[in-house]
């Protein structure tokens, strides 16, 4: 089955800067990467998410860059605002077959103001 | 995700019982999904339903188990075989399809003294 890994576990930066979280998945049939984001006692939310068939997504500060060859995809937020600060979960899932998403451990993202 | 609805918010249970954790959905998706939340490991997939009647096994199945009887409705049940089932616990639904998001509920704390 699929397994992804995250990294870092924790992420601390300055109010302004940029945050990038990273994750790689194993199946080569994964074809859907979303990310979801939760906030302190909060639900998962989804806050972006690609497909396998663009290597590049933007939504305002929010990007997610997808390669397919080295199976890896990465958050990138820039000009992180305190309100940034939460937990970030990637997860993948295959087109065909059941409707699974396998995710990431988890970033937890802290914005230093 | 405003109309998932998982009761209730805290639970606390004695070693050795069963409990029943509910999961109640009105926006007529097909797909409905049961996650346990450690600190420092992600979202565990338990159990998960595409269609009423029918589900399967996820990652972390032993000790729980589901019924899907109605596409509202998917409860989940922490026997006294899981070893370990103090956790927080999210139920997500979603529509059939390959790249359709998941909507997260609430959540459920379990304490088991």
């Known amino acids: 089955g699929e397994n992804v890994e995250q990294h870092p576990s924790t992420l601390s930066v300055q109010e302004g800067d940029s945050a990038v979280i990273k994750c790689t998945y194993s199946?080569?049939?994964?074809?859907?990467f979303p990310w979801y984001k939760q906030e302190l006692g909060k639900r998962p939310q989804l806050i972006i998410d690609?497909?396998?068939?663009?290597g590049e997504k933007k939504d305002q500060r929010i990007a997610v860059t997808l390669n397919k060859t080295a199976k890896h995809f990465s958050l990138h937020i820039t000009e992180t605002q305190p309100e940034d600060s939460a937990v970030y979960f990637c997860?993948?899932?295959?087109?065909?077959?059941?409707?699974?998403?396998?995710f990431g451990t988890g970033t937890r993202l802290t914005i230093i103001p | 995700d405003g109309g998932i609805t998982q009761s209730p918010k805290y639970l606390f249970r004695k070693e050795g019982q069963n409990v029943t954790l509910s999961c109640e959905q009105n926006?007529?998706?097909?797909?409905m999904y049961w996650y346990r939340q450690d600190p420092g490991q992600g979202l565990r997939l338990i159990y998960y339903?595409?269609?009423?009647?029918?589900?399967q096994k996820g990652d972390i199945a032993e000790g729980y188990s589901v019924s899907r009887e109605k596409k509202e409705s998917f409860p989940l049940t922490v026997t006294s075989a899981q070893k370990n089932p103090t956790a927080f616990y999210l139920c997500a639904t979603g529509l059939a399809g390959a790249y359709n998001e998941q909507f997260f509920g609430p959540g459920t704390r379990l304490t088991v003294l």
């Open positions: 339903s595409q269609i009423v009647n029918d589900f």
């Open positions: 926006l007529n998706h097909d797909a």
């Open positions: 997860a993948a899932k295959p087109y065909f077959g059941n409707e699974k998403l396998t």
């Open positions: 690609i497909r396998s068939n663009v």
């Open positions: 199946d080569s049939a994964s074809n859907y």
